[in-house]
């Protein structure tokens, strides 16, 4: 590789795109070869999205885009541009906790923490779809949400909770009550 | 911004012709369909990129799944999720590509990843690219001056190599559908159950009338060549005989070994995938002949 | 009994008296502190802080090319004069002392005369941004000359003989590749195996296994007015990173201070990379006056940081014909890679516990740890005893084979109860809490053991179940590994609130909300009141590393000591406020009342208001120092560790005779781990430590090439469990088995939780195979060509 002259260190122009994240419209300037992933965390502070691997196998990065659940991690921002995003941070309204959420820890299924966001938009993305899902299909949808924690049985419990409290009509619970 | 990556530029066309006349004139486009291939390859410094051409927004045009005058045509930026979703893969003749969609990565790589991505990779371990093997899929490619159509038993060149032109780009990939009596399996096998590579993969294709093999087509990740392929010997062997384990046993033990040449690598040793290659090959046919046999 | 410390005496007189009452917190299901806040995205961990610095710089980290090889020259000019390019720092640059090495100065940070593997590193680039950093990278023209390589530790040493055979020398410096060698020698060896009437031998390899945390490797330093630099960084241990980044920048410690946000994950891997991250960061944020970010990709973390030691072992076991076991040989070969690391120490807890939790009245025990040019391998939970256990397990599964005999009775017939002496003559009495029996009894009941073992042994067809036992122990603590003491402090706030200090980190495992339970409990405090802080070096006491199972036992008894100060103060203050005997006060704020006279109330604020114009401090800092560990070099005799954590893991699989493919049906393990302090934690550990466990059995392994170049430096070829792998029940039990000196009888868990694991998972594929297996991870392969090999399979 040879050194690039100055005149070309602009070879990589800016990009202007425009971001719907947790509802919130965003103008932001990003380069072509920018990631999703560090656009949410690094400009528009959004770091409840994690980077565990950078390369699409460990789950920790995605975000629901237009619905979807996408590694945001091998998502180019420009490839973003125009979508809305939902994040950890975007699931519930302030001070209230998601029914996916509630049952986390109501089956105390938090350790380091680390893999939650990604575990948690996987389970919304699986229960929008799925309101009632089996065993195999909760393994199914968490198969690429790597926990090395090893919280996975509580999960699976945590998945079937999260559905009863939305069949229930349950979709939202204090933030305040959940605490020990 | 923070984790150090190769830098690149990107084209973003308006739609195909300008995708089209981007590549004829410039050498150093790489077509990009999800990026879950690309993107790694990029980080990892396999692939050097100058400027990569992004054909998401093609998606108005080429993504769809269509089922008309007997073939089937999936557009090339169709994700493996929409796949996966549609009603074709609910059809027993197809059961092959459900079972693909069980085994495929994880589902937030399905919703990125494209078939003709798959197909484009040219990589042992695609999944899509195996299933069109044994359904005699075609790969159409489009470049400013036409278009054609590659069988895609033809298509692969090497570890990442295929017969398409550099201002070429995949635009559909079809097959015939197939007769009512037959049915496609396929199976991966690793040591792990979930997320899995594959130390060994392999699609097929059966119809059988009166218990009689009809027609078969078989493919694995790899046969001696470092991309996926048939094992035209065997379907010879099979094809017009009485489906029995002894028939089975016998293309297993006395033909496939003969077309198979399987590597060592760190991951699993020669013998061992030869090995495996027989056992999931007999799983994968009686598992079609339970299918044709209404067994699901 | 007066010669006891006061700290020992503190801790022993809570024991006394809560060992009959009920507990209110501790042992009970209670939401940790920072739940909430970490499900819903909001806490921050050490990369996430680098959205706050619109100024930050960058460090790239160039590595070696190759694993083994002289540097003759480093040529940055072109790297240097690459736009964007603030600095590179190289070895002469260091203003202090070139190394990050652990236990001993081997390990320089920044190589410049020799690469002793491929994670060395050889300059560092700061730029403002991380990609062109990476660019100017591929600049550094480095002039080496390679050398041969070496990646398999029998090309140093000789199994059987134990001796160093002729090898190019990694380790010039030090003469000798061989790190360290510990023993054990005991009774007449020769004649145990002499008059044995059987004797089981086998050679057993376990591999390098990676911690494969899910947050990888970061740090953020910020520079200080005064010279001195601030760093946030992902480590278990912040006073060692303190230390560490002192001596490279040639500063005092007093100005490195280090700050511990959430971690995610640690097993043991956070200890010495942290420091080199540290140091890095901290380095280029005083070259630059800027803050500085270091945050490791996955692929470099897994070829960058330590790993679990593979082992290589022989192993002789003699018994009589009834089963007892005479004595035990066994020489173990550590691979310790390029650098020390913890390996000394690694190896020391290998060798006591590589007899098992057994009476042996006989043996012999040789550990080596050596180098190679592998990936170095340091602390990961379980430290040395996954892989004897392992070995000795599989052990006395062919024992009982051998003999006849059920794999239950066998163990039951050896094992260690109270009263017993240890291979190393330590005698454990009831202050230690010896429950191994207990456990084995509970788990064989809920796994139906006997009546599963003789069903599945008559199974036909392609999948055949199998059910395996492995025991295991685990000191607590670090024994003689170094100086054992924590600290942790404790101080009511004006309002009534509580801050909770302690220099032990929390990777995920929960346990500073164990040490906030024994508060509560003993200040008769809800957990509700308090808030634990993020250890800071400028704010928590030096607690010891968060290693070695210890958070909750010895920080735990540092908490007992400040708690139950408090508590007596607080006692009187409330006594004179209510008008009985301090000794009847009872605290469950917010209430604060006399046993006698229940009606007649003040409320926990009064008190705590009442003792700030009394004067009376309302804070403590609490001290814990284990009595030393004994242990004769020559010898292994001694008391090595303070107690024993002990345990039973029964596990059920279905193996695919046809595809050589194991499923884990279910586990039950069953911990004697004291009083459970923490019952969340306790859980969670022995799921997630079985699962971790299971990947150890079946799948993991980080390969080397003949080079020493890692193949498999990602999580798709590196594989981990997911959660189509993990049983379909994993059942904890707890026995408690009290430990006097431990808070309210607790002893540890963190470790341990892994140790039995994989033998366990073993022995039930050779219980479905009828074959038996030496190496882990027992993939798919190993079994069928073992099965194979046996006219076991269909083709
Ligand atoms: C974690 C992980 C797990 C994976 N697991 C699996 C698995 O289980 N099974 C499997 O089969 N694959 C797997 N893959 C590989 C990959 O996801 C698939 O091959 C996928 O189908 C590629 O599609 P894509 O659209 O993302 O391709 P891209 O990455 O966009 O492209 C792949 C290649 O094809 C070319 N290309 C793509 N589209 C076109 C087009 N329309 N015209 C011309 N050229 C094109 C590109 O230039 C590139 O060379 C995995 C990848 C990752 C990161
Ligand atoms: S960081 Fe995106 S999948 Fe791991
Ligand atoms: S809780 Fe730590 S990785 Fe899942």
């Known amino acids: 590789m040879s050194v690039i002259p100055r005149e070309e260190w602009d070879k990589y122009p800016d990009i202007e795109i425009t971001l719907n994240v947790n509802g919130k419209d965003y103008k932001v300037k990003v380069k072509p070869y920018e990631r999703l992933l560090d656009v949410l965390r690094y400009k528009l502070g959004f770091t409840g999205v994690k980077e565990g691997c950078g390369r699409g196998e460990c789950g920790a990065c995605v975000v629901l885009m237009d619905g979807k659940l996408v590694p945001s991690c091998l998502v180019l921002a420009v490839r973003a541009n125009g979508s809305k995003v939902l994040t950890v941070e975007g699931l519930a309204p302030e001070g209230k906790l998601h029914a996916i959420q509630k049952a986390l820890l109501d089956t105390y299924a938090v350790q380091c923490g680390f893999c939650f966001p990604g575990v948690i938009l996987a389970i919304k993305a699986l229960l929008d779809r799925n309101p009632n899902p089996t065993d195999e299909e909760i393994k199914d949808a968490l198969s690429g949400q790597l926990c090395r924690c090893g919280s996975y049985l509580r999960f699976i419990k945590a998945v079937k909770l999260a559905a009863q409290y939305i069949r229930e009509g349950k979709e939202y619970f204090d933030e305040s009550g959940a605490r020990g | 911004m923070v984790i150090c990556i190769p830098r690149f530029n990107v084209y973003i066309p308006k739609d195909v012709s300008d995708a089209l006349n981007a590549l004829s004139q410039r050498k150093d486009l790489i077509p990009m369909g999800g990026g879950s291939d690309l993107l790694v390859l990029i980080r990892s410094g396999i692939v050097k990129a100058d400027t990569v051409l992004d054909l998401w927004p093609l998606r108005k045009e080429l993504a769809y799944i269509k089922r008309e005058n007997g073939t089937v045509r999936i557009g090339a930026l169709t994700t493996v999720s929409e796949l996966c979703e549609s009603d074709l893969i609910k059809d027993v003749r197809y059961a092959g590509l459900a079972d693909v969609c069980k085994k495929f990565s994880t589902p937030f790589i399905r919703n990125i990843a494209t078939v003709g991505g798959n197909v484009g990779a040219a990589h042992p371990l695609s999944d899509i690219a195996l299933m069109l093997l044994v359904l005699n899929g075609k790969v159409k490619l489009l470049s400013k001056n036409g278009e054609r159509e590659v069988n895609i038993a033809k298509f692969f060149k090497g570890k990442r190599r295929t017969v398409r032109n550099h201002d070429e780009i995949i635009a559909e990939v079809s097959f015939t559908e197939t007769p009512p009596n037959s049915s496609t399996a396929f199976i991966k096998f690793d040591r792990r159950w979930g997320h899995a590579m594959g130390y060994v993969l392999v699609g097929a294709y059966m119809q059988l009338r009166d218990n009689i093999i009809k027609d078969v087509r078989i493919a694995f990740d790899s046969t001696g060549n470092p991309y996926p392929e048939r094992v035209w010997t065997t379907e010879e062997f099979l094809k017009g005989k009485e489906f029995s384990d002894e028939l089975i046993k016998q293309a297993l033990n006395n033909v496939l070994p003969k077309e198979m040449k399987r590597i060592t690598d760190y991951r699993a040793s020669a013998e061992y995938r030869l090995d495996l290659s027989k056992v999931l090959l007999r799983r994968a046919l009686l598992k079609i002949k339970s299918r044709i046999e209404g067994g699901g | ?795």
């Open chain 3, 1 to 795: 009994m007066s010669e006891l410390p006061e700290y020992v005496r503190i801790v022993e007189e809570i024991f006394d008296k809560y060992k009959d009452k009920e507990f209110l917190y501790v042992g009970k299901r209670i939401q940790r502190w920072d739940a909430v806040e970490k499900i819903k995205g909001r806490v921050l961990f050490t990369a996430d802080f680098a959205k706050y610095y619109r100024n930050a710089v960058f460090v790239y980290s160039v590595r070696t090319k190759y694993a083994h090889a002289k540097i003759k020259s480093i040529d940055i000019s072109e790297a240097q004069r690459y736009p964007g390019v603030l600095r590179v720092i190289t070895a002469k640059d260091i203003p202090g002392v070139n190394d990050v090495g652990y236990v001993i100065p081997d390990q320089p940070l920044l190589v410049s005369d020799k690469a002793r593997y491929i994670g060395d590193i050889v300059a560092l680039i700061v730029a403002e941004d991380p990609n062109v950093a990476k660019e100017a990278g591929e600049l550094i023209k480095v002039d080496y000359e390679k050398l041969p390589v070496i990646t398999d530790p029998l090309q140093v040493i000789d199994l059987r003989t134990l001796k160093e055979k002729e090898h190019p020398l990694i380790h010039e410096e030090r003469g000798s590749d061989v790190v360290a060698h510990f023993k054990i020698r005991k009774g007449d060896v020769r004649k145990a195996f002499d008059e044995a009437d059987v004797v089981v031998e086998g050679e057993y390899s376990t591999p390098f296994q990676e911690h494969a945390y899910m947050e990888p490797e970061a740090a953020i330093a910020l520079p200080e007015a005064d010279g001195g630099v601030t760093i946030i960084a992902t480590t278990q241990c912040p006073f060692d990173v303190r230390k560490a980044v002192a001596k490279v920048l040639g500063v005092t410690q007093n100005k490195v201070r280090v700050i511990v946000p959430a971690v995610g994950g640690g097993f043991g891997g956070k200890e010495d990379v942290a420091n080199e991250l540290g140091a890095k960061a901290a380095l280029a944020a005083l070259m630059t006056g800027r803050p500085a970010v270091v945050i490791h990709s996955r692929e470099e973390s897994m070829i960058g940081h330590s790993k679990r030691h593979p082992m290589k072992a022989w192993y002789r076991h003699a018994a009589k014909r009834d089963g007892t076991l005479l004595g035990v040989e066994a020489n173990i070969v550590f691979d310790t890679g390029a650098y020390a690391s913890l390996g000394p120490f690694v190896a020391w807890r290998a060798t006591v516990h590589a007899t098992g939790p057994y009476r042996v009245e006989a043996a012999r025990v040789d550990t080596l740890s050596v180098y190679t040019n592998n990936v170095y391998a340091g602390a990961f939970r379980g430290f040395g005893c996954p892989q004897v256990t392992f070995a000795i397990e599989s052990q006395m599964d062919a024992l009982a084979e051998e003999l006849g005999m059920d794999p239950v009775d066998l163990r039951l017939k050896n094992i260690l109860r109270e009263g017993d002496r240890t291979v190393h003559g330590q005698l454990l009495t009831r202050d230690h809490g010896v429950g191994l029996e207990e456990a084995i009894l509970k788990a064989v009941e809920t796994s139906r053991w006997y009546e599963k073992r003789k069903l599945f042994s008559k199974q036909v067809g392609t999948l055949r179940k199998g059910i395996g036992i492995a025991l295991l122990w685990h000191g607590n603590s670090i024994g003689v590994e170094g100086a054992d003491y924590s600290s942790a402090t404790l101080i009511i706030n004006r309002d009534g609130s509580i801050t909770f200090r302690v220099g032990l980190i929390d990777m995920g495992q929960g346990s500073q909300w164990g040490m906030v339970l024994i508060a509560s409990e003993i200040l008769g405090v809800p957990p509700s009141y308090f808030r634990v802080e993020q250890p800071d070096t400028a704010a928590t006491p030096d607690s010891g590393p968060t290693v070695a199972s210890r958070s909750t036992v010895m920080g735990g008894a540092a908490v007992v000591n400040a708690a139950y100060k408090l508590r007596q103060r607080l006692n009187k203050v409330a006594s004179t406020l209510l008008g009985c005997d301090p000794d009847d006060v009872e605290i469950k704020a917010p209430d604060v009342y006399c046993r006698s006279n229940p009606e007649k109330k003040v409320s926990w604020s009064d008190v705590v208001e009442q003792s700030f114009w009394l004067g009376i401090p309302l804070q403590e800092f609490g001290y814990f120092r284990a009595p030393p560990a004994e242990w004769d070099e020559e010898t292994g005799q001694g008391a090595p560790y303070i107690t024993y954590t002990f345990g039973a893991i029964i596990a059920e699989v279905t193996v695919d005779l046809e595809t050589g493919g194991v499923k884990v049906d279910r586990m039950v393990t069953a911990y004697d781990i004291g009083k459970v302090i923490n019952r969340v934690g306790a859980e969670l550990h022995a799921e997630g430590g079985a699962i971790q466990g299971l990947g150890y059995a079946l799948m993991e392994e980080v390969v080397h090439n003949k080079d020493a170049y890692v193949m498999n430096a990602n999580l798709s070829t590196y594989y981990i469990p997911t959660i189509h792998d993990v049983p379909d029940e994993i059942i904890p039990i707890f026995v408690e088995a009290k430990y006097r000196r431990g808070p309210f009888g607790a002893k540890g868990l963190g470790e341990p939780s892994i140790n039995g694991i994989a033998p366990a998972i073993v022995n039930a594929v050779s219980h479905a195979t009828g074959l038996r297996f030496h190496s882990i991870p027992l993939t798919p392969e190993k079994i069928y060509m073992a099965l194979k090999k046996a006219g076991k399979t269909l083709f």
